[in-house]
């Protein structure tokens, strides 16, 4: 069955990065694209990018051009989301999810991962 | 960017009842692109429609969508404990996707 696991939780200070990780199994890794989706406490969901496992390469909200780094490593298939100049802001649930090319919705989608910024 | 407006914010109804969820976009939305979740408190959203009125796998059959330009509807025909949730419109247009702000379902 299709699993999207991700890495566990992080504590970062303002102005750090962090990369948080989610492995896909139980379907072909290549041929759907993932997206991530975060949902700080108590709000609604916001996109924020997707990566194309297939070439790598990325769509990003216009929001976060410039601060956010969507890779992949089809050896584990793994995807990772990398924001920078963390701000209290961008605590939040970090969700990855899956896409069918051009379904234009999302199908699977992993438990999140917990990011939370403070000093 | 295209933004989804949802209403009302909450609704608080009895089971049994029927629920009607609107969505509306800032331009008009190709209806293959919109799509509804389902929340349910601490975990990840549940696809319940695409393409506006497709329901999703393993959906029951008492949800269904509706619309189509700027306007669409989430409809749960007979509420049961289980959909007392939190539901978002998502669209995609212009090679970025956005979601509404959310509706909340109360079963008294």
């Known amino acids: 069955q299709v699993q999207l696991v991700h890495s566990g939780a992080e504590v970062k200070k303002p102005g750090a990065s962090v990369k948080v990780s989610c492995k896909a199994s139980g379907y072909s890794f290549i041929n759907y694209h993932m997206h991530w989706v975060r949902q700080a406490p108590g709000q609604g969901l916001e996109w924020m990018g997707m990566?194309?496992?297939?070439?790598?390469?990325?769509n990003y909200a216009q929001k976060f051009r410039g601060r956010v780094t969507m890779t992949r490593d089809t050896s584990t298939g793994t995807v990772y989301m990398e924001l920078n100049s963390l701000t209290s802001e961008d605590t939040a649930v970090y969700f990855c999810?899956?896409?069918?090319?051009?379904?234009?919705?999302?199908?699977?989608w992993g438990q999140g991962t917990l990011v939370t910024v403070s000093s | 960017e295209i933004v989804l407006t949802q209403s009302p914010g909450t609704l608080s109804l009895s089971p049994g009842e029927r629920a009607t969820l609107s969505c509306r976009a800032s331009q008009s939305v190709s209806s293959s692109n919109l799509a509804w979740y389902q929340q349910t408190p601490g975990l990840a959203p549940r696809l319940l429609i695409y393409a506006a009125s497709s329901r999703a796998t393993g959906i029951p059959d008492r949800f269904s969508g509706s619309g189509s330009g700027t306007d669409f509807i989430l409809t749960i025909s007979r509420l049961e404990p289980e959909d007392s949730a939190v539901y978002y419109c998502?669209?995609?247009?212009?090679?970025?996707?956005?979601f509404g702000q959310g509706t909340k379902v109360e079963i008294k």
């Open positions: 999810a899956r896409e069918k090319p051009a379904a234009l919705n999302f199908d699977y």
């Open positions: 998502q669209q995609y247009g212009s090679s970025q996707y956005t």
């Open positions: 990566i194309n496992p297939r070439d790598g390469n990325t």
